[in-house]
């Protein structure tokens, strides 16, 4: 089990690409998540400082001293270079790399289900490349499954697509869910978390 310094902030950072024309794609699901959680601390994305990413600074958990401070971060620089503005952010607020949270689609798991671990490979996904690369391997996933493309579908094209019908009528419910993990991540530990969202 990891231990981390209870008074450090944590960083949540949903991967996604900026812009209008991804926002409703299977590859910025850690967006939705990300302004999702910042509904729920009723905060507003700003421009980070000293960084190319939207940020929200809040508490999550039970009021008092066992919430945890926490910053909200959605990196606006594309994808596959998401490692500079986590890293920026990382050193601006000071915070151990255990304590980053990185949300994103992965294609191995079945549409909606929900893995959470600490450190690990980055699966061939440009966002978590770039982060590993940035500053290695040992932040936490909530990965968020998109399953595999259907037929001869290339990679690149599937996770650029929006949901399918199908998948929308169960996105409003899977991403309340991945929010929820993150929080339970965050409150109670990556073990307990596991326990009830490694469905």
Same mark, same amino acid.
């Given at each position: 089990m990891t231990t981390t310094d209870v008074n450090a902030p944590?960083?949540?950072?949903?991967?996604?690409?900026?812009? &209008?024309? /991804?926002? %409703?794609? $299977?590859?910025?699901?850690?967006?939705?998540?990300? *302004?999702?959680? %910042?509904? $729920?601390?009723?905060?507003?994305?700003?421009? %980070?400082p000293k960084a190319q990413a939207q940020v929200v600074e809040a508490r999550i958990g039970p009021p008092g001293p066992a919430s945890r401070r926490v910053v909200l971060?959605? &990196?606006?620089? /594309?994808?596959?270079?998401?490692?500079? &503005?986590? @890293?920026?952010?990382? *050193?601006? /607020?000071?915070? &151990? #790399?255990?304590?980053?949270?990185?949300?994103? *689609? =992965?294609?191995?798991?079945?549409?909606? #289900?929900?893995r959470l671990k600490l450190g690990g490979g980055d699966n061939g996904h440009n966002g978590l490349k770039s982060m590993t690369k940035s500053m290695g391997p040992d932040y936490h996933r909530v990965r968020f499954g998109i399953g595999r493309p259907p037929g001869r579908m290339q990679v690149a094209d599937f996770v650029l697509k929006?949901?399918?019908? @199908?998948?929308?009528?169960?996105? *409003?419910y899977c991403v309340d869910r991945a929010a929820d993990a993150v929080e339970a991540l965050i409150? =109670?530990?990556?073990?307990? %978390?596991?326990?009830? /969202?490694?469905?």
């Open positions: 944590w960083l949540i950072v949903g991967l996604g690409n900026p812009g &209008p024309d /991804y926002a %409703a794609n $299977r590859h910025n699901v850690g967006f939705m998540v990300a *302004d999702l959680l %910042a509904d $729920r601390v009723g905060g507003t994305f700003k421009r %980070a971060v959605k &990196p606006m620089s /594309y994808m596959n270079l998401s490692g500079g &503005p986590v @890293t920026a952010l990382r *050193d601006f /607020y000071k915070v &151990p #790399t255990a304590n980053i949270v990185a949300v994103h *689609d =992965e294609l191995d798991i079945d549409y909606g #289900t929900l929006d949901f399918s019908s @199908t998948e929308r009528k169960e996105l *409003d409150s =109670e530990g990556l073990e307990r %978390a596991q326990g009830t /969202y490694n469905s």
